[in-house]
């Protein structure tokens, strides 16, 4: 009964169309007629219930009605006394309580009018409002997720720094790139290191195209990805632990479902592969593939006659992957995935917060390291001591914490327009905080005076990580104080992480 109910409905829909000749509205005969080409699957020219219902089921069909793009009044504008219904009403629903019931069922709908721009009483180009709702909230969902449940190891500041896994000059062994065997061929993945046994997850919806031994003792297992924003590709989880495999060939596995382990490397009498600082390096081996060279494995991810990197052509760097899965995961605060103009961008309330926390508070004026008279979060009241001067009349004596967060806000645009000043690429605003941080530190003027070349060049290059690492340096010689700030400043630059502990 429902089927045959729809298939009216339609043919109802199509004859309405046929008298109705403006173009600028969504009841125009080609589009319906197309959609009924399509259900009539048996070529008839006429619909039964079986076509009715294997349409209305087809995830294709849903896609291509919910998502018309169309210019009308609508169902939630007009209501049952509305040009476009009086058709309908006149020559399809002639019997006195359907007519009634149908009226005002459509004239429940209206709520279009109380909206601008449709207020305006003319057709708008809209979409399906439920959809555009749904469109929103795929948006607003983490497509991509990181493949650890714990930041690796190999993070800035963690135990094996020294082989950051997002490194892009291929200068430790975790990076993509690296070379191996003695330079003949190149890191295919990137490592990320952790301790014993961590969790690995799948980052995305997806379904398990391989499951088998790889280097070492270890397992991988290879999965065909699919986001629900329209990507699809390969990731290869490897190295790891054979018995923590969750997971089974031909499964269809969700986001964040449970794959297997971190594994480490064997050798065959038994002993670890990598160890470094004296304890064994448990990883994950993360290989990406666009699938340019197919959404299979019909061709097979290794290649060893494809040098340097002895896989498939389609092989790529997955670090955008990564960095993504990352900021989704570790960093749950809005953030932006399009580096914005520096000139549009001014310090984040974090950012802030992350600068005075460094300078301290100090609400009578005293003389800083350099001897200089100085109160609030470090501003500079004149480059003497203060015994030399006589203090600003609304500085004197002890300031409220009112009063020094006003001179900081006033500070603060000084060393924010001396970043824009000396950078001309785009940056995310935690790149843009860490920098504006290291001026307030060492002075609006440190990029102007070129005191710092090799961060401003690598940075207007876009070596983003190589420009992060130049933070490290600016220490006045190893300062235990600079050396920490320079940390955390780095820790925002890179990883978006605003650590006030000090």
Known sequence: MAEECVKILLRH??????????????????????????????????????????????????NVVTRFIVKHSSEWYEDSQGGPWESFFTNVVKNRTANKFWRQYLDDQVWMKAVGPFSRGKP??????????????????????????????????????????RDIHQRNMAAFGANRSGSRRKHAARDLYTNPHEKVVAICDGIVLDVRSFYSRTHQVTVKHSTKD????????????????KVEINEKIKQNQHIGNTGRLINNDGSPVLKLNGS?????????????????????????????????????????????????????????????????????????????????????????????????????????????????????GKITQQKADEVFGNDLPRFENAVKKAISVNLYQNEFDALVSLLFN?????????????????????????????FLDITSGGISGLVNRRRAEYDIFLNKIYNSDH
Request: with cysteine.
């Open 13 to 62: 829909l199509l004859a309405v169309a046929k008298q109705d000749r403006r173009i600028d509205h969504a009841l125009v005969p080609v589009r319906y007629e197309r959609i009924l080409r399509k259900l009539d699957r048996d070529g008839y020219g006429q619909l039964n219930a079986q076509e009715v219902r294997l349409g209305l089921y087809n995830p294709e069909m849903i």
């Open 124 to 165: 708008v180009w809209h979409m399906h409002p439920v959809v555009f709702l749904d469109a929103l909230k795929c948006e607003n969902e983490k497509q991509i997720i990181f493949p650890l449940t714990v930041k690796p190891e190999n993070n800035p500041g963690n135990k094996w720094s020294h082989y950051y896994w």
């Open 230 to 245: 329209g990507r699809n590709f390969i990731i290869r989880y490897g190295e790891l632990d054979p018995n923590s495999i």
């Open 280 to 396: 064994t390096v448990f990883m994950l081996h993360f290989e990406y593939y666009t699938g340019d060279d197919g959404l299979n494995i019909n061709h097979s991810l290794t290649n060893r006659d494809n040098l340097p990197f002895i896989r498939r052509s389609d092989l790529s760097d997955p670090l955008n992957i990564l960095d993504e899965g990352y900021r989704n995961t570790f960093q749950n605060d809005n953030y932006s995935d399009t580096r914005l103009n520096v000139n549009g961008l001014f310090t984040s309330e974090k950012g802030k917060n992350f600068i005075k926390s460094w300078e301290a508070l100090e609400l009578e004026a005293y003389n800083d390291a350099n001897g200089f008279c100085t109160i609030g979060y470090g501003h500079l009241i004149q480059k003497k001591s203060c015994e030399d001067i006589n203090l600003p009349v609304d500085l004197e």
């Open 442 to 470: 060492c002075g609006e003027n440190f990029f102007a005076q070129n005191r710092a070349p090799n961060l401003v060049n690598l940075l207007n290059n876009q070596d983003y990580v190589s420009a992060a690492e130049e």
